[in-house]
């Protein structure tokens, strides 16, 4: 039997009709949750993120912002620049495009930016709230990846789950969201380049999150029957024919696809839940970004 998809467009329509009438009554109150985008030079990987929070802020009123510095600019004087935002009481939140220019320390920008208005969850302060289990604004991609995980309704409660991947923005912070509760946690392995025996912790999992942005690095064999299996990964890759070979567009050139971390098609036969790549977790990632903006907001009012 195959897999249950976890739409992620449907859950996250779910969570935008909730954020649309707070977002209405903090304008009730005369209000506009505001957020600003700062992008350091031209680059055109960001640039579908950033008109997809620019169509999804306009969408659902909020104002939004993109700052756009030159390429040259040194990091005393973006951290001048965060500061002026810090300090502007009309902007509610900020988000630091990536990546930045060589020579900028992008972590010392990130913990400039005010914990209150940090809407990406990375500024120390934030991070620190996740490890009480009391957090005020946590990174976007690993609450959406949460939210997906919950829509299964599934009981978390004691189950086995291997985390693959610990960045500070969707590993790490998984974990810990996960291990908020006291006594509802489920139990988490967090795996990485340096584990070995990758295979032993996920064929072990009740529950498998992928994120490490490796095309096939997860194989139905992998996989425990009846799993939830959310897969974060986002690869652009060659679109293959029957045979094998790349299917070319008119000039030539290899068409792509977007495939996740894990082999769906095999995936797909063993799990009892899993996420689609596209349609998963990345619709989820912009609208957490909306929930804590408006977090945000609430906060600074």
């Known amino acids: 039997m195959a897999a249950q ?33 700062v992008q ?46 810090n300090n502007d009481k009309k902007v509610n939140g900020i988000i630091l495009q990536m990546p930045l220019p060589a020579g900028i320390d992008a972590r010392n920008v990130q913990k400039t930016i005010s914990p209150e208005k940090d809407v990406e969850g990375m500024n120390p302060a934030n991070m620190g709230m996740l490890v009480y289990g009391k957090p005020n604004l946590a990174p976007c991609t690993a609450l959406g990846a949460v939210e997906l995980l919950k829509s299964s309704g599934v009981d978390l409660k004691g189950k086995e789950v291997t985390i693959v991947g610990h960045s500070e923005i969707v590993g790490k912070p998984i ?37 490490v942005g490796k095309a096939g690095l997860i194989k139905g064999d992998m996989i425990k029957e009846g799993a939830i299996v959310i897969d974060i990964g986002i690869n652009r890759v060659a679109m293959l024919d029957a045979a094998g070979k790349p299917v070319l567009n008119e000039k030539g050139v290899a068409k ?41 907001c609430k906060l600074q009012q």
């Open 256 to 296: 792509k696809v977007t495939v996740g971390d894990v082999v769906f098609d095999e995936a797909v036969k063993k799990a009892a839940f899993i996420s689609p790549v596209p349609g998963g977790v990345g619709p989820l990632t912009v609208m957490m970004l909306i929930s804590n903006t408006v977090k945000a």
């Open 175 to 211: 974990a810990l969201m996960l291990l908020a509760s006291m006594t509802e946690s489920p139990t988490p392995t967090v795996c990485h380049v340096a584990t070995k025996d990758l295979a032993f912790h996920t064929r072990r999992a009740d529950i498998l999150i992928v994120a």
């Open 40 to 85: 350091v030079g031209e680059n055109p990987a960001s640039a579908v993120y950033v008109n997809n929070q620019k169509k999804s802020c306009e969408e659902m009123g909020i104002s939004y912002k993109l700052e756009q510095l030159p390429e040259s600019i040194n990091e005393s004087d973006l951290l001048k620049f965060i500061e002026k935002l």
């Open 5 to 37: 998809l976890l739409d992620g467009n449907k859950v996250a329509e779910k969570i935008k009709s909730e954020l649309m009438k707070e977002i209405g009554e903090i304008k009730g109150r005369n209000v506009v949750p505001s957020l600003t985008a």
